[in-house]
């Protein structure tokens, strides 16, 4: 048992009742304000915690911290001090903020270590060595393979023996808030001779969670199933932006490349894997046999509620999707089994996207591709317009939840807007 985790838990500091980040998540993030470079903090109610003044008041001596280790640009030195280590502040954290404790309460540290959020602005995380981006969603797969290939065997014929995945960009995945400009590429219509340049007509999101790894390997070791927690540090909300008319022509032989490594962004605030704890599911149920190094037992799916929402410039948003987590048919377990079964080795600050989490109802498509059938079918939005694919101006925005003994962890928002083509 976790005792941060305790749904009992209440805070002396005010948390409102629909807050994603009540006593029992505390998340961790960077963060910066008009008087303070980016340092880390975690997040509670509407207030950020300023770890580095935390430390330097003596909240956290006894945990044998490093000096200076939330005094950084990123999380990655202190998510790399291992499982134990982190599990350890957090349950500190909960410790001080519980409502029958006094110890920040009453100290003068309290006015300069509690910041309210909307006085602060939010910084990527971690700097990511690697980005690598699953497709586990049989529901997406399904109908991806049903649109360009053959409705009666949509599925390749490795997808239900391997976590399939390709390699992406790290280097231009960016934070909530970020802009995109659309790119542009070569797009080629199905009856056309040859390849045009241009901007991409058919921009798209996708409705990803991707974890982070908190735990280096060597180059020819791998990670069974079993022992995968403790490479996990937490959770982020993904939009894999993806252009699918550049897509369609590239992606044969070699899978996407230019249709997607132009931006990604994740949410800010990590949700650790210490928090989801008890929002663990069994998966769907795979039929098909697999290879003992990808088998995996026990509860390694997550109940998280799902949604995007388009909101076109100057109108109010619309919901376009509402998924969750536990659709997915490989779990994470599988999936970094698989990433390194073959001797990869991992790094701190690595990240890891599920793919597009789609349901199996019309409204849980986690993609425009998937949500209008490739443009065929319009969708109608609260202000009377309609989208087959996002246009200059829209911001699409994701977040998450997950629910149990009236306890709600919650993501916050990943939000971007989309810029006209440079």
Known sequence: MI????????????????????????????????????????????????????????FFDGL?????????????GFIGLGKKKTREVRERISE??????????????????????????MCMPVTIPNYSDFYSSV???????????????????????????YHGRASSIVVSGT???????????????????????????ELELA??????????????????????????????????DIQTWEYVPLGPFLSKNFGSTISPWIVTMDALEPFRVAGPKQETPVLPYLVSEGQ?????????????????????CRSNYKFLYWNVNQQLAHHTVNGCNIQVGDLYASGTISGSTPDSFGSLLELTWNGQRPLALANGQQRKFIEDGDTIILRGFAEKDHVRIGFGECKGKILPAL
Request: with cysteine; aromatic share 8%; proline share 8%.
């Open 3 to 58: 005792k941060a985790n305790n749904p009992a838990l209440k805070s002396w500091l005010e948390v409102p009742v629909d807050s994603d980040f009540p006593i029992q998540n505390l998340p961790f993030g960077i963060f910066k304000t008009d008087y303070l470079s980016p340092v880390a903090g975690v997040a509670i109610g509407k207030y950020v915690l300023d770890l580095v003044c935390l430390h330097e008041h003596g």
């Open 64 to 76: 044998g911290l490093p000096a200076g280790i939330f005094n950084q640009k990123y999380l990655n």
């Open 96 to 121: 001080l903020l519980q409502h029958d404790n006094e110890e920040l309460r009453l100290n003068v540290a309290r006015e300069l270590a509690i910041i309210p959020m909307a006085e602060v602005e």
């Open 139 to 165: 529901e997406h797969a399904t109908n991806v393979g049903t649109m360009f290939r053959d409705p009666k065997n949509a599925l390749l014929p490795n997808w239900k023996h391997l976590p399939v995945a």
């Open 179 to 205: 802009s995109i400009h659309r790119p542009k590429g070569q797009t080629k219509l199905p009856d056309a001779e040859l390849p045009v340049f241009g901007p991409s007509k058919k921009l798209d999101f």
């Open 211 to 244: 974890f982070i790894t908190c735990k280096e390997t060597p180059l020819g070791s791998s990670i069974s199933t079993k022992d995968v927690d403790d490479h996990i540090f937490g959770f982020v909300l993904f939009n894999d932006w993806s252009a699918r």
């Open 300 to 320: 390694n799916n997550f109940n998280i509620a799902l949604e995007v929402q388009l909101q076109p410039e100057n109108e109010e948003a619309s919901t376009v």
